[in-house]
């Protein structure tokens, strides 16, 4: 837990992810394959220009903005940006009902399943090329330390018997009325030693994994990861060229003066971002845009943004 005396150098630990925003070449088709495959429906959209802004969740909580972008290439894998966005699930029932429907989605790639120690989850690939996580927690008194760090691991996870366990017809019709929300993001980025001095250092985020050379894991308030940063595919990319893919990463903060905490820091790196009052915005190393707001932010303003 954070402690009033450490507030200036570390952020908020109730500090939350919220909506990814993703730039997409063909807005009915991503916003179909989120819909039908992750339940997400639709909630409100809006026309900038050339642009289509329409945002997708569970019932009205936002978990993911598209903006229709024409022209851009396709994502890069090489590239910095999104490795995947972390759907966080309640119950095991709700996660499995929400695998199963992108399992039988045409579109849908799946890519693997792994029992993480602290969560159980399962990975997938949009037909646009974005990563994406479904995954659900264990208990959090279960989780292990081990010289300091939350013991994570990567270990077989059979799909086919999860399924057989968890799912249920209840949770299979009550589709979008199950609560989900974006619990981590994982991003790819061209240095471990860039990414920590930044979401570490300058925001405020603790790390909870850093023994490991290829990536960082780091929270707030000991969870065991609200960002994962790797190098795994990306290693030594400079900043990122205008294409599909990540187009926001969302953070909230409990108060204004947590905002105000993470100005400070960013002040005295010479970070340059904007304060609208209600949220700052930056971008780091590689040129991701990073919001952070405050509780609240209705859809017209994520639209707005």
Known sequence: MTSPHDADRVIHPDTQM???????????????????????NPIEERTRGREVHRVLGRGDVPMMRLIHTPDLPEVNPREAGLFHTAFLFDTQASLAATVYRAA???????????????????????????????????????WQHINGEISMDTLYLDPNEYLRTHLTQDALDAGPALAGRVGHVHLQVGDIGAARA???????????????????????????????????????????????????????VPTRADLDAVAARLRERAQAFTDNGTSLITHDPWGTEVTLSLPGVTVDELLAR
């Open 198 to 252: 930044f979401y570490v250092d300058t925001l405020g985020f603790e790390a909870t994994v850093s023994s490991l050379p290829t990536a960082l894991f780091a929270s707030a308030g000991g969870y065991h990861h609200h960002l994962g940063m790797n190098v795994w595919n990306s290693r030594g990319a400079g900043p990122r060229a205008a294409r599909l893919g990540l187009g926001e990463v969302a953070i909230t």
């Open 18 to 40: 919220d909506a990814v925003t993703l730039r997409v070449g063909d807005l009915d088709l991503m916003s179909g394959y989120y819909g039908d495959a992750f339940a997400l």
């Open 104 to 142: 039988h989605d045409a579109r849908t790639r799946f890519t693997g399943s792994s029992d993480h120690l602290v969560s159980e989850a399962f990975y997938f690939t949009d037909p646009e090329n974005n990563g994406i996580e479904l995954y659900t927690d264990r208990a959090r008194d279960t």
